[in-house]
Every structure is written in structure tokens, then in C-alpha cells.
């Protein structure tokens, strides 16, 4: 993995580049961010950085070629290691430690670096199970550290989801942080920092690492998955900030025009006539629950866009082709007096999906109270 891999964060990486540049890299760092952000993705493009064999001393990024580099970007350098959350399979029926799931590791993070943690508890086939880091991986972490690095310049730990850490992994960890061994780099990963002991993180340097942002987002999912503009923006828009979402959802949704779904659905629950309502429940029922779910956290997306530009325009900057005369003519009938009751009634509905509600009632049933909310605006 380098840098350039990794889509804009360029303040970030500069940061990270100058540490080493300038002799000051931290022995522990905690790259904090929200799933689906950039934090994991970053922590292995520093990680080649700082063991590069053939890098300039003001390189932009790691030379992608040298010895190192290739196995870095393998994820089989020797002076490179990961402590994971895992937990029993049928492949890994007992003593489940990091060890044992490089494989699968290495094919998940090849998929693609950005997922969470259920992707990973579904990729080891233990999706209906809570993993963790085990007790058990605090012996193999004292043992792993107490070897000089191999080759590299840095013995490099990775730990991905610190915050899942059984108390006697996180006590080991605590005092490789009080008394690091030499030339060892530890790299947190963290969805949820709050959830670490307070004296581990008053030991590492914090990472903020900030969520991705819509352009961001689409501009990946079209370069690297040939996804046509239009959708790419949609899918994008669904993320929220999270690219692992938005390439999960790529292709659930490859088939489904979320924008012009709901144009056709304000314009049916505005006329209030049902049998046009009843025709566009049968195509929502067709979708299948992820889609319609995804149809809804969509439309509330969209909705939200409305009543903001009919406050002000310049609060909606970026819009899609398609949807931009869509927004401005829909914004008179989306106002303050209505829009928490939309709000509601499409939050109700994805609430009611959820838990495996007749998805053609539920539809039918939001329709006409948002139809009779449009016209209080």
C-alpha cells in the first residue's frame, strides 16, 4: 500500500511523511477514524514508507519497488505484523490468535482495506459470533516483540480495533508502551478510541484521521470500479464518509437509480392516487430489503438537500445533472413546517424494513402520510 493508493487525506499524509523526514516518529500511534475511513489504509502506507530500502530522503511516497516495498505491499514482510480480533471456526476451532488468520487476512485487506469489522467476522466465516483480541494473543505479542527486527529498519505492530481487546492483551500492550523495545513501531487502528484504557492512550501520538468526503468517494468508486458517474455520486451520497460501504453497495445497487426512484415516488405521493402509489410499491417490493433499505437512507439524503437549498442554494453545492431541477422545483414543498414529519415517516419506514415488515404495506402506508405532509408546505 502507498500513499498515493489512497484517495485525497493529503494533509495527513504530509504529516506523516515529515515524521520521518525529520527523525520524529512516535514509537506508538493511534490512527483514529470511523469504519470505512482511511485509517487502516494509511497506517500500512506508513508502514512501507518507513521501511522503504530506496526512498529519497524527501520522497513523496515509498519507491513501490525495492525488496521491501513488494513484500510490504503483500503483506509478507517478516518485520511487518498484525494483531487482530478474531474467534473460533470450523478452520480455526481453538486457540484462535492472529497467527492463524494471515491468510485469510492478507485476501481480506486485498479485497479491499477499507471494510469493518463484520466484513472481516464474515470473510473467517464467524459472522453470527463476537470476536476479540484474546487473551491468548498477549504471549504471542511479548514473544513477537522480543525478536530484533529481520531485515528492516523497524519491527513494525499493527493492531487493527484495539478497542476489542481482552484486559489481559490490553495490560501487555500497556507495558510495551511504558518500556518499548527498540526499534519497534507500534500502529493502533480505531474505530471507537473512547473504548481503549485511558492510560493507553495517554501513551500514543493521536492520528485524526477524518472521514472521506463525497467527491471523494465517487470519484473512487468510478475510477476503480467503472461505476458511471450518476450512480457513483448516489453511492457516494448513501456512504456517509464510510468507502468500504460504498464499494459493498456498488453492486447491490448496480441496477436501481435511487434519485430517480424517488422523484417518481414525491411526485405519485403528492397526486395522492393510488393506484399510480399502489404500481410504484409493486417496483419497491421488487428491489429486495438491502436495496430498499438503501432506497430510503438515500431518500432521506435527498430530502435533506431539498429543505437546505430552499433555505439557501449555496448550502447544496454539489448536485447531480439529473437531480438538480428536481431539488430546486421539490424545495417549495419541502419547508420547516414539514420536514421533521418527512423525516419521520421515511425513518419509520427503513425502521419497519429492518425488522422484515411487508415491504409493499410499509411503502404504501409512508406514501400517504408524506403525501398529506407535502401539502402542509
Known amino acids: 500500500m502507498q500513499f498515493q493508493d489512497i484517495p485525497n487525506q493529503k494533509a495527513l499524509k504530509e504529516v506523516l511523511r515529515q515524521s520521518v523526514q525529520r527523525g520524529h516518529v512516535a514509537h506508538a500511534q493511534l490512527f483514529r477514524g470511523g469504519e470505512g475511513s482511511a485509517a487502516l489504509a494509511l497506517a500500512l502506507a506508513y508502514a512501507q514508507y518507513l521501511n522503504c530500502e530506496d526512498r529519497a530522503d524527501d520522497a513523496a511516497d515509498s519507491c513501490g519497488h525495492c525488496p521491501s516495498c513488494l513484500k510490504m505491499s503483500k503483506l509478507a514482510h517478516p518485520d511487518l505484523n498484525f494483531i487482530l480480533p478474531t474467534t473460533t471456526t470450523k478452520a480455526v476451532p481453538k486457540d484462535a490468535t492472529s497467527a492463524k488468520f494471515a491468510a485469510e487476512w492478507r485476501s481480506f485487506l486485498a479485497e479491499n482495506p477499507y471494510q469493518g469489522f463484520n466484513d472481516w467476522m464474515q470473510h473467517i466465516g464467524a459472522e ?12 504471542s505479542l511479548l514473544k513477537l516483540v522480543s525478536l530484533k527486527a529481520f531485515e528492516a529498519r523497524f519491527k513494525i505492530v499493527i493492531i487493527w480495533l484495539p478497542e476489542l481487546m481482552h484486559p489481559a492483551a490490553a495490560n501487555a500492550v500497556l507495558k510495551l508502551l511504558e518500556e518499548p523495545p527498540p526499534a519497534t513501531i507500534f500502529l493502533l487502528v480505531s474505530h471507537e478510541p473512547e473504548r481503549l484504557l485511558p492510560t493507553i492512550l495517554s501513551r500514543v501520538q493521536p492520528v485524526v484521521v477524518r472521514p472521506f468526503s463525497e467527491d471523494d468517494i465517487a470519484a473512487y468508486v468510478a475510477e476503480h470500479y467503472h461505476v458511471p458517474e450518476v450512480k457513483a455520486r448516489q453511492v457516494a451520497q448513501l456512504a456517509e464518509g464510510n468507502l468500504g460501504a460504498a464499494i459493498a453497495s ?27 402509489v399502489m404500481a410504484l410499491a409493486d417496483e419497491f417490493q421488487k428491489m429486495g430489503r438491502e436495496n430498499q433499505k438503501e432506497q430510503l437512507s438515500f431518500s432521506l439524503g435527498l430530502l435533506r438537500r431539498v429543505l437546505l437549498f430552499g433555505i439557501d442554494p449555496q448550502m447544496v453545492p454539489h448536485l447531480a445533472s439529473g437531480e438538480q431541477q428536481f431539488v430546486q422545483g421539490f424545495s417549495r414543498f419541502v419547508t420547516l413546517r414539514n420536514a421533521d414529519q418527512l423525516t419521520e415517516e421515511l425513518n419509520t419506514a427503513h425502521y419497519h424494513i429492518e425488522r422484515n415488515a411487508n415491504p409493499r404495506m410499509v411503502f404504501v402506508d409512508a406514501s400517504l402520510r408524506m403525501g398529506q405532509q407535502l401539502h402542509r408546505a
Open 250 to 276: 456498488r453492486e447491490k445497487s448496480a441496477d436501481h437509480d435511487y434519485a430517480d426512484f424517488f422523484i417518481k415516488w414525491m411526485r405519485k405521493c403528492y397526486g395522492l392516487k393510488m393506484s399510480e
Open 128 to 139: 453470527n459470533k463476537q470476536g476479540s483480541i484474546s487473551k491468548d494473543e498477549a504471549g
